[in-house]
């Protein structure tokens, strides 16, 4: 049985610089220090969205239940991305370790520093097609399951399968 005391949240993983899997890798340690990971998606490899002039992406989505806020989680976040040696100069640029908070719960919010579910995110293939291998019966709000959705998303996107590491 769940604990009550933990929140279900999914978070999705990205990483275009350097060791990409080393990367992703840093960042489920990280997560495990902030509750019980209850699982990872496959990683997969997708070009660049937004600024497009870098290298493609590894990414993944980790199902977390933790006892932290939502703000908490997220302040957690972006002291592990920051450990990886992100920095933050172009929009949407390079990044060693993106972790994007997605969903906490059935929180919706709407905030400057936070915004739940996270925006865009039913739109992205490299988003819903980790996600699907989690929970694929869940529903998006566009009433399609996860893996409908991510099926969807997947045709018009490229998103090549890497294999399991965790």
Known sequence: MADPSL??????????????IVHLGFGIEGLKALGEIAGVSNV??????GYLDQGDF????????????????????????????????????PRTLDLDLLLYDD?????????LPHPRM??????MVP???????RFAPTG???ADLAARLRQKDEVHEVGRFW
Do not use: C, K, M
């Not at 997969?44 to 969205?49: F, G, I, K, W």
């Not at 929180?107 to 915004?115: M, Q």
């Open 131 to 137: 996600l699907a291998d989690l929970n694929p019966d």
């Open 58 to 93: 590894l990414n993944l989505a980790v199902h977390l239940r933790t006892p932290l806020s939502a703000h908490e989680l997220l302040g957690a976040l972006l002291a592990i991305e920051q450990r990886a040696g992100r920095t933050r100069e172009i929009r949407f640029g």
């Open 7 to 20: 929140h279900d949240v999914y978070i999705g993983a990205g990483s275009n610089v350097g060791r990409r």
């Open 107 to 115: 929180l919706v919010l709407d905030e400057p520093e936070l915004t």
């Open 44 to 49: 997969y490899e997708t070009a660049p969205v």
């Open 144 to 146: 399609e399951t996860w």
């Open 122 to 127: 039913w739109q992205r293939a490299f988003v």
